[in-house]
């Protein structure tokens, strides 16, 4: 626009008009590449052949006006930066000029429709949520398997006696279903965790098998592995990882129980698999004697070192800072570094091993199962220096203790609102399985809060069931109810929204496992009366 008018009054020199020329093909050029956006701002014919010096001097000015495109916008800036030395050697007349195109340019941006295309040059700001704490569960449900081929159902509830001043909590424990889940012993079984509804259970037939908790419902077998299942675990709510005597892992995805990947390294049975806190890594046990750390993100091994006796038994602490490898009677303890810190020799041979935070006081428990008959409470230190040592033992089997696990549940609040609010709302039970075929629950809270100068306490079970002699061997803890009515309706509107396709794809896998079952029964009755 400002060349133009002078024009009006005097001819430009040659080296001007050249340098106007090369404005204008370059300004056709880029009305060429981009879209362009019409304002209701009249335009003569020669201003719609301006320079688009005046949009370089609004970029420049902190004020920009972003076309579309990385290559747009480096092409601008170059042209940007030509035209500021060429603007350097105008006279002040020229100046003047650009400030009134200015103000022209900025009017007509005010004059824009407001259906008009408008590019952010800055990215979107993005809100990060904090993380939402775990709501507890208010019930619970424990799976144990046995060398009978029965798996066994139990739900768990705790409810507040008001008789007296002091709250006292009673554990309850009544079975949900009794039934031959395998052909042959069951060695395995795990519950997805928080509040998922998957229970696979590991048999020496050689299957994995998935239930729905919920609809208490076989959904059918994962045949993937050539030897008996040895350990099974969920690192997450959509996952599970198995180990057999194969030698091999296999990775499931819980949506359609496809294999995601089967993790092969040892050269023998996997014996224990534990999965980091963060859901990223594992640690893996065999007969082979080695450790091995497998990336679970890539599906595949990282790192192996020999250990030099057979790991029967792998653990990782609560916060991950560290892990425990058992074999027979000892249990070494070991940096993420590989360092051992500390090595315990247990009184009799030990069967399972479970690290779980303090209820009362701060610190870390190391809960073991031997043929003691007793589940020894050990108390982890965040001293390097300080061995761990027995604090407290659970009692109440007359047999050999096979497993242990926790969980975190929430304690019924009293009605009263005079009641004392300092008590606990929240506790951890420990459940163990032995081959006297009881199945105990005990609460944490009863752990002295403190070790110094203390005698080892004995810790009864608060909950006890009886199996009528049944020799078990492992089990699981699965999440019931939750704490509150809202979160339970959140569940729930959750469940109908998000898995609705689930559930539907898991009726047709139902019923193709099941016409597959039966078909294979029908085989084996011919073979039997043949």
Not at 119 to 138: N, S, Y
Not at 148 to 155: A, I, N, Q, S, T
Not at 156 to 161: A, F, I, K, N, P
Not at 379 to 388: E, G, H
């Amino acid at each position: 626009m400002a060349k133009e008018k002078r024009t009006s009054g005097q001819a430009l020199p040659p080296l001007k008009k050249a340098r106007l020329e090369e404005k204008a093909r370059m300004k056709a050029k880029a009305e060429q590449r981009r879209p362009v956006v019409k304002t209701k701002t009249t335009t003569t014919k020669n201003e719609s052949q301006a320079s688009p010096q005046p949009k370089f001097s609004l970029r420049i000015k902190g004020s920009p006006r972003p076309g579309k495109g990385k290559g747009k916008e480096k092409e601008k800036t170059r042209v940007a930066g030509k035209e500021k030395r060429r603007r350097d050697d105008d006279n002040d007349e020229e100046d003047e000029n650009d400030d009134e195109e200015d103000k022209d340019e900025d009017d007509s941006d005010d004059d824009e429709p407001n259906d008009a295309p408008a590019p952010v040059l800055t990215k979107p700001k993005t809100t990060i949520k904090p993380p939402q704490a775990r709501v507890l569960p208010r019930s619970f449900k424990i799976v144990a398997g046995s060398y009978e081929k029965l798996l066994y159902g139990l739900e768990g509830t705790v409810s507040l006696s008001s008789s007296s001043s002091s709250p006292e909590y009673t554990f309850t424990l009544d079975p949900i279903f009794i039934f031959p889940a395998h052909v042959s012993c069951i060695k395995a079984v795990a519950a997805s965790p928080e509040g998922g509804k998957w229970l696979a259970t590991g048999s020496a037939d050689e299957i994995v098998k998935v239930w729905d908790l919920r609809r208490r419902k076989e959904i059918g077998g994962l045949m993937h592995h050539e030897g008996s299942i040895t350990h099974l675990v969920f690192p997450s709510r959509s996952h599970l990882l198995s180990a057999s005597e194969d030698g091999t892992l296999c990775l499931f995805r819980a949506r359609d129980w496809s294999v995601l990947r089967a993790l092969k390294g040892h050269k023998g049975r996997v014996n224990c698999v534990a999965v980091h806190p963060t859901g990223k890594v594992a640690l893996s046990v065999g007969k082979d004697k080695a450790l091995r750390m497998w990336d679970l993100m890539r599906g595949r091994g990282s790192a192996s070192t020999k250990l030099g006796k057979e790991g029967e038994i792998v653990r990782w602490s609560t916060d991950g800072s560290l892990f425990a490898v058992q074999t027979g009677s000892t249990i070494d303890l070991y940096t993420t570094s590989m360092e051992i810190l500390h090595t315990i020799n247990h009184p009799s041979r030990l069967h399972d091993l479970r690290f779980c935070k303090r209820v009362v006081g701060d610190g870390e428990l190391l809960l073991a199962t031997a043929e003691d008959k007793l589940v020894s409470v050990y108390d982890v230190s965040s001293d390097p220096q300080k061995a761990p040592k027995i604090i407290a033992a659970m009692t109440g089997h007359t047999n050999r203790v096979k497993a242990v696990q926790t969980l975190d549940i929430t304690l019924p609040c009293p009605p009263s609102p005079s009641a004392d609010t300092s008590q606990r709302k929240a506790t951890t039970i420990a459940c163990t399985v032995s081959s006297d075929g009881f199945i105990n629950v005990y609460d944490l809270a009863m752990v002295p809060a403190s070790d110094e100068g203390q005698e080892k306490v004995d810790i009864a079970p608060v909950a006890a069931y009886d199996t009528k002699g049944t020799r078990l061997t492992c089990l699981t803890i699965a999440d019931g109810d939750m704490v509150s009515g809202e979160a339970k309706a959140g569940e729930k509107r959750k469940e109908r929204e998000g898995e609705e396709e689930e559930d539907e794809s898991e009726e047709e896998g139902v019923e193709e496992w099941l016409s597959e079952q039966e078909e294979e029964e029908e085989e084996e009755e011919e073979m039997e009366s043949d």
